[in-house]
Structure formats: structure tokens, C-alpha cells
């Protein structure tokens, strides 16, 4: 099964800092979108559930 690949809808065409994510029954993908060839990273569910809410408490961003 391929993977449907997603940008946050945060995300403008213009800035250079965009990524992708797909969820699969593998768990979580995440690539460059400018470099879609380049490959991706891999991660499993616990991995990325932890990831999501580190992110989301604040741990990752600029003071």
C-alpha cells in the first residue's frame, strides 16, 4: 500500500521549512516536501505519539 503523504495546513508554499507526514498502519512517516526524493524518516506509534506530545507541550519551541 503506498503512503498518502500530507503538509499541515500551517505550511505556505513559499517558506523553506516544510514536511510531509504519512500514517500507515506502520506507523508515522515524515519527509522533506521539497525533496521528496531525498527519503524520509520512520517511526513507529509510541515513538511518534511522544513526539506529537512533546511538541505540542512547548518543548521544541523558540524562546
Same mark, same amino acid.
Not at 29 to 35: A, H, L, Q, T
Not at 44 to 54: D, N
Given at each position: 500500500?503506498?503512503?498518502e503523504w500530507r503538509k499541515?495546513?500551517?505550511?505556505?508554499?513559499? +517558506?523553506?521549512?516544510?514536511?510531509?507526514?504519512?500514517?500507515?498502519? $506502520?506507523?508515522? %512517516? @515524515?519527509? *522533506?516536501?521539497?525533496?521528496?526524493?531525498?527519503?524520509?524518516?520512520?517511526? +513507529?506509534?509510541?515513538?511518534?505519539?511522544?513526539?506529537?506530545?512533546? $511538541?505540542?507541550? %512547548? @518543548?521544541? *519551541?523558540?524562546?
Amino acid at each position: 500500500m503506498q503512503r498518502e503523504w500530507r503538509k499541515s495546513s500551517r505550511s505556505s508554499a513559499a +517558506g523553506p521549512e516544510c514536511v510531509e507526514i504519512a500514517l500507515d498502519a $506502520a506507523g508515522a %512517516g @515524515v519527509r *522533506d516536501s521539497k525533496n521528496r526524493a531525498g527519503g524520509g524518516l520512520g517511526f +513507529g506509534f509510541a515513538q511518534w505519539s511522544r513526539f506529537v506530545l512533546t $511538541a505540542k507541550n %512547548g @518543548v521544541f *519551541d523558540l524562546r
